[in-house]
């Protein structure tokens, strides 16, 4: 039980630090100068779901998902 516990940890600080990494990584959800001149409506703009920009809430959702997993075993196996 104690070499499960080690692996958990550490698969824990791997997720942890990646989602610290993801959200970093995000733009902000401000349109700023690049409504005005409508950047929104280019190509990019348009297809941001397809882009890294689409693709990094992803990530956050599941890395987010591990964490409160992880968190909540990680307790369990320690009173236990």
Known sequence: MDALRIVLTVLFII??????VV???QE????GLGSIGGAS???WGRNKGR???GF????????A???????A????KMFS
């Open 65 to 71: 998902f591990l964490f409160l997993v992880l968190a």
């Open 41 to 43: 409506e280019s190509y």
């Open 73 to 76: 075993v990680l307790n369990l």
């Open 51 to 53: 882009s890294m920009e």
């Open 56 to 63: 990094l809430p992803k990530i956050t959702k599941l890395l």
């Open 15 to 20: 997720v942890c630090v990646l989602l610290v």
């Open 23 to 25: 959200v970093l990584m």
């Open 28 to 31: 902000g959800k401000q349109q």
